[in-house]
């Protein structure tokens, strides 16, 4: 079945697919738990947090992040 919309075709795949930001809710959610016990168990200082936060937002958008992507995966 094929929808079309201002003269571009698409699939029904396309149309039923999550947008990429919501595939992996999952993921996402595990990851904020361990952090929020992380921080409620060890009390690491708040400029420590800050400064992991703000470095691994500089990395995502690096020149370094395919590597980090290949590292993870």
């Not at 079309?4 to 075709?9: A, E, P, V």
């Not at 809710?25 to 409620?40: C, H, I, N, S």
């Not at 690096?62 to 290949?70: C, E, G, M, R």
Request: aromatic share 8%.
């Amino acid at each position: 079945m094929q929808y079309s919309t201002h003269g571009y075709r698409l699939s029904h795949e396309c149309v039923a697919r999550a947008p990429a930001g919501l595939e992996r809710g999952g993921d996402r959610l595990a990851l904020v738990a361990v952090g929020y016990l992380g921080v409620k168990l060890i009390r690491p200082p708040w400029w420590l947090i800050a400064v992991l936060l703000l470095g691994g937002f500089l990395l995502a958008d690096s020149v370094l992040a395919p590597v980090i992507d290949n590292a993870v995966k």
